[in-house]
């Protein structure tokens, strides 16, 4: 170990046997010193030394592509490129096999039109807005995307988690600022509902403008990578809660419950379920039994019959809209608003709105938080499924044009009276399992939706809620059955069930855009937290290779199974060889410390040892101390292959397991490291320092420490 001319002048007086002892320690230290500084690395220095700022960086990539697009201007190629990346309709609509696919499109986009019909109506009344908007959400965003989306099989429509948020936002905005916005000489309470409903729509459409706007920002700069955060297992639970906040909304229409008070913020689930609770005994019992009719009725279609129908015409038996039709005719054929109280749609307009070239821009400061929680989410789960689709059926989609196909259905959507939309999983999944090709599918179910606007809405002006009520139900089942999900995840891996409840507790217990953050923040926690008490592996060599593995992932001797051994018999090395698994940063560095110490079995303790220099009994005392732990120490080698980051106070946590090791005698090798853990010692100006201790290979770190060392002792 070192030591200073200070404490060797105080040990001159000392027995010689002990000065010559310690001089000859100094000496086989500096030697040893010279060699580790006189070993060369195969490490290229040059482009960390270059530097660079990230202005000059941005010039260069910009005078390439200036350069690249100004070469390409005058090919007509890269005009037809062009025009294929962002308006995807003339790349496929030329090559679609109008023989082969057309009847099978058709038949798809029929059957996906028809359920729009009642899941349009239901979802408009979840955002809170007037039905026919429902149907407005089915037309034009459908057109939309098939002009300019990539994939096949998404179906751009109203669902259950966009309108659960937007009736949020909507609301939200009545209830807090509507005495303000609203003129207050308004006498007529006919007069007054209209306005009201005029301000929940232009609520609605500037957050369709809004969410649009965001999403085409998030394609022009590249930050659809945002949605890395949403996990599966957040998704899973975000989605399980918001589907019991929707359940939860549309009980009193299941019920029959008027005049409930509607409750704003967190902790407006357990209070509302509270007032349900009360009010229950009060339940309109016509209405009840609708609704378990509707319910049951839907249930047994969709679990029993239509699996066997889609056996022999695959196709899904529309049981929403025959539902539809029924409960609109049985309203109608014994009054039930009138003689039963029960709640009817009545007046539904028809035609086509008249678009609107000028939002409402007071509006915007009040909604613009919501917007981009909307614009995410949706961005999120529609993504996710159009890498599913393109997966499953072997094609490729385009991200960035997937953000700005997404963007304009908003856009476009906004000057048509509609509210924000995203992909539906139940009907994308229909199209393609019932065999469909094109988008060509989603513009004929917009044709069903068209005769639906123009002629035939009127018709359900009897519609009870009831039915819109039960059908959202069955629609979110399989949302709700996702707390399956979590019980799976406690058997698998706990760290994710952890993410999964506190995620849907949130959501549940708070509200819904505070369970984003809270099952965000558990997600990156959980990612720490992991980091932080990640074991610390040791290595084998594997057979008779020059490969290592962890130690438990092998056999260390042959037994009934294994006809031979998977270690290395021969191997036997004065080294301790570890895997590090993961980053080193802030906030698991230390932890990444103790770990290290613990698995080597020895503490270095410098200062303890600097306190006993001016005894000799006391540094005997410690050298048997030693020795009864461990009688030769051995050099370490880090395996970095898997270390992907480690900032400053990583690199000063390693800096000092290097040191405090090397005062014993002890060296720490690196091997494998990522540049950019190279590039950082070299802008720290601590790479001459420590380049000793890298290597490329373990195979080199094991040769050089045995090269320079027999089994090394202490004193």
């Known amino acids: ?88 309709i003339f790349k496929w609509l030329p090559r679609y096999k109008f023989k082969n696919f057309m009847f099978t499109d058709i038949m798809c986009g029929l059957t996906i039109g028809i359920m729009n019909i009642p899941q349009g109506l239901a979802y408009a009344l979840l955002a809170s807005l007037n039905p026919i908007t429902g149907l407005y959400v089915s037309f034009f965003p459908v ?36 005495s303000t916005i609203l003129p207050a000489n308004v006498t007529d309470p006919e007069q007054y509902k209209k306005l009201e409903e005029k301000l929940k729509l232009d609520v ?61 913020g967190n902790f407006k689930i357990p209070k509302s379920i509270y007032q349900l609770a009360t009010r229950i005994p009060s339940s309109n019992l016509v209405t009840t039994v609708g609704s378990l009719g509707c319910i049951i009725f839907l249930t047994i279609f969709k679990e029993a019959l239509n699996p ?85 059926n072997s094609y490729k ?65 009897t519609l009870p809620t009831l039915c819109l009520a039960s059908i959202i139900i069955v629609a979110l089942k399989n949302m709700i059955f996702q707390v399956k999900d979590f019980f799976k995840l406690m058997k698998i891996n706990r760290y994710e069930a952890i993410t999964w409840l ?18 965000v923040g558990t997600s990156i926690l959980v990612v720490v937290i992991r980091d932080m008490f990640s074991p610390i592996r040791p290595m084998v060599k594997y057979k008779n290779t020059s490969s290592y593995v962890e130690d438990e992932l092998v056999y260390s001797e042959a037994n009934d ?25 802030f906030a698991n560095c230390h932890a990444f410390q103790d770990h290290l110490y ?34 030769c120490y051995q050099d370490i080698i880090l395996d970095f292959s898997s270390v992907n980051y480690v900032d400053t106070n990583g690199m000063q946590v390693l800096r000092q397991i290097i040191d405090d090791y090397k005062s014993f005698d002890i060296h720490v090798f690196i091997c494998a490291a990522q540049d950019s853990f190279i590039k950082l010692l070299v802008k720290m100006n601590i790479w001459h320092k420590y380049e000793s201790h890298l290597f490329v290979t373990i195979e080199e770190a094991i040769c050089f420490s045995n090269q320079k060392n027999s089994p090394k002792k202490f004193f």
């Not at 948020?165 to 807090?176: A, F, P, Q, S």
């Not at 217990?509 to 809270?518: I, T």
Request: with cysteine; hydrophobic share 40%.
């Open 502 to 519: 506190m995620t849907f507790l949130g959501t549940v217990v708070l509200d819904v855009d505070v369970g984003l953050f809270v099952g």
């Open 598 to 631: 613990n698995t080597y079995g020895f503490r270095p303790e410098k200062k303890s040892l600097i306190d006993k220099k001016n005894s000799i009994n006391n540094i005997t005392s410690l050298a048997n101390d030693m020795d009864q732990k461990r009688c």
């Open 397 to 461: 989609i385009d991200p960035h044009q997937e953000l700005y196909a997404f963007g304009l259905t908003n856009l476009v959507g906004s000057v048509f009276s509609c509210f924000p939309t995203a992909a539906s999983l139940s009907r994308s999944s229909l199209l393609e399992s019932m065999g469909g090709h094109s988008q060509l599918a989603s513009v004929c179910s917009s044709l069903i939706i068209l005769v639906v606007i123009i002629w035939l809405a009127p018709l359900f002006k």
């Open 1 to 88: 170990m070192r030591r200073d001319s200070q404490s060797s002048n105080e040990l001159i007086g000392s027995k010689p046997s002990q000065v010559a002892l310690i001089a000859n320690e100094q000496n086989s230290q500096n030697n040893l010193s010279i060699n580790l500084n006189q070993n060369s690395k195969n490490y290229n220095l040059d482009r960390f030394r270059t530097k660079s700022s990230v202005l000059d960086k941005a010039k260069k990539k910009l005078t390439s592509k200036s350069k690249l697009f100004c070469k390409n201007i005058r090919k007509k190629s890269f005009y037809k490129n062009q025009i294929y990346t962002h308006l995807p």
């Open 308 to 392: 066997a129908i889609k056996k022999y015409l695959r196709v899904e038996f529309p049981s929403e809209l025959l539902l539809l039709i029924a409960m609109t005719s049985i309203s109608y054929g014994f009054d039930l608003n009138q003689n039963y109280n029960v709640t009817i749609l009545q007046k539904i307009p028809t035609g086509f709105p008249t678009p609107s070239l000028n939002p409402n821009l007071s509006l915007i400061h009040f909604i613009i938080k919501d917007a981009f929680l909307i614009a995410v989410i949706a961005i999120s789960v529609s993504m996710s499924l159009a890498a599913l689709f393109s997966r499953r």
């Open 561 to 585: 199974q294994e006809e031979t051994s998977f270690k290395n018999p021969n191997f036997q090395s004065n080294i301790c060889i570890y895997k590090i698994k993961h980053s080193i940063y």
């Open 204 to 264: 609605a459409t500037d957050l369709s403008l809004l969410v649009g706007a965001f999403q085409i920002l998030f394609g022009l700069f590249g930050l659809g990578g945002l949605t890395s955060f949403f996990s599966d297992t957040f998704i899973s639970g975000y989605t399980c809660g918001s589907a019991v906040h929707v359940v939860v909304s549309q009980t009193k229409d299941l019920f029959g419950l008027k005049n409930l008070t509607r409750f704003e």
């Open 143 to 178: 057109l939309v995307y098939a002009i300019f989306g990539s994939s096949r099989h998404l179906v751009i429509s109203a669902v259950a988690i966009v309108s659960l948020l937007t009736g949020e936002t909507v609301n939200r905005v009545v209830h807090e600022y509507g």
